[in-house]
């Protein structure tokens, strides 16, 4: 037992052909892999048995979420994740099917060789109760989405304000130069949302998937709209109808428990949809994007916040993360950006702005995974330690992907053109990201800004 370590790695590298890039502490004391890489600790059999029955991502995201598999004192998690992360994107390891010819020969029977000597043979373990029990019914079908939804978002908002800080905005900060605290970066991107939609006083905003009300309160209070915003989590309507009330904006602002797709109350002015469209699914984008289309007036503007995975490589299939599907957003599913501007094209829509927001995001998770670790004991008293171990180790890999130009997010901004084709935008970028006050004066009218007419010359001005 003594050399147990020892073993299972040299029997690893045998079955995969590459060097292990970590350091492999087990039950028993001893150690192996190379000096200085970061050290996982396996803390009992059953860590061992988890990964012989799901030698994959799943599978170590089983033990960790389990406490099977920890890190060792002083070792770095981001540290970690990138040796991981290069490590299976290793031209080998991509190739390496492990069929029955690799795991009857000589590689795989010394591996199990090695599990038989550690006494961890036995039947697969139990996933973790945090693991997601969706796949009922039609995939993105209303009641499945709602259960798929639930998973994620209504795990208590206690836990969020954690996480999130006091902006409780749940989707990728802007640092500009000026943003030197999470919530001012929050902040900074509400403007820019406001300020891209053009929101004037007494426009109608609907911001579809509206988290806890922090858009609309935004909106609201700076730019005088009224506004609507809808989401099929409970625990996060709750509470944005709670943060509208004792803004005083009842009047101006309203919450609902609603699907996107029983919203028929238009037209609106703009439609924002900050981090929701990842959860639609390809085969209801179609439906998606033409009702916010028929839900828009001529000349109004949609602003669509969407996370985006790179290309499939050609002639390799599209992975999904089974960790992020089975843990994080069942039913989730990510598109190139082009594919999202080419869906929004079809239902009629004028893409005017894209803008990646990638390198951004990766600063925001980090702040949230150091919020998380600040508030341990109390996010585990929330939400259980199980759930607590599920947010930090998905949001540090999600950081880590962000910067690694693994997955991007974009906003895309698109316009309802009129039926003589006019978008009701200024001419150039820089002035319609102008605030309303330092904009030029006009009329509000359908999402655009029209000059007044000058008395002297009538209602219609020449054409340059």
Known sequence: MAKLAGQLVEALEGLLGVPVPLRVQVWD????????????????RRALRRLVWRPDEL?????????????????????????VARFAELPEVRARELGPREVLGAPGRRVLA????????????????????TGR??????????????????VGNDFYRLVLGSSMVYSCAYWTPEAKSLEAAQEAKLDLICRKLGLRPGMRLLDVGCGWGSLLLHAAEHYGVTAVGVSISKEQVALA???????????????????????????????SSIGMAEHVGSEQYRIY???????????????????ARRPDIPGEPHRTSPFIDRYVFPDGELSPVGSTVARLEEAGFEVRDVESLREHYGLTLREWVANLEAHWTEAVRLVGRGRA????????????????????VNQVLAVRSTEEG??????TREEWLLRPSAAAPGLVTGGAVVAPADPDLGDRRSVR
């Open 241 to 271: 109808r709670a943060r509208v009330e004792e803004a005083g904006l009842s009047d101006r602002v309203e919450v609902r428990l609603q699907d996107y797709r029983e919203v028929v109350d238009g037209p609106f002015d703009a439609i």
């Open 137 to 154: 019914g039609r995939l993105h079908s209303r009641s499945r989405d709602r259960e798929a939804i639930s998973h994620h978002y209504d």
């Open 29 to 44: 004391g001893s150690v192996a892999g190379p000096p200085g890489a970061p050290t996982v600790v396996l803390r009992n």
């Open 114 to 133: 090695a599990v038989l000597r550690a006494g961890a043979v036995g039947l697969e373990p139990e996933p973790p109760r945090e693991e997601a029990r």
């Open 59 to 83: 599978g170590l995201a089983r033990a960790y979420v389990a406490g099977d598999l920890d890190l060792a004192p002083g070792t770095d998690l981001y540290e970690t994740l990138s040796a």
């Open 422 to 427: 006019a978008a009701g935008l200024p001419q």
């Open 389 to 408: 171990r599920v947010w930090r180790l998905y949001m540090a890999a999600s950081a880590l992907a962000f910067e690694q130009n693994r997955i991007g």
């Open 289 to 307: 994007a033409e009702g916010l289309h028929r839900l828009l007036v001529p000349g109004g503007r949609l602003l669509n916040h969407q996370i």
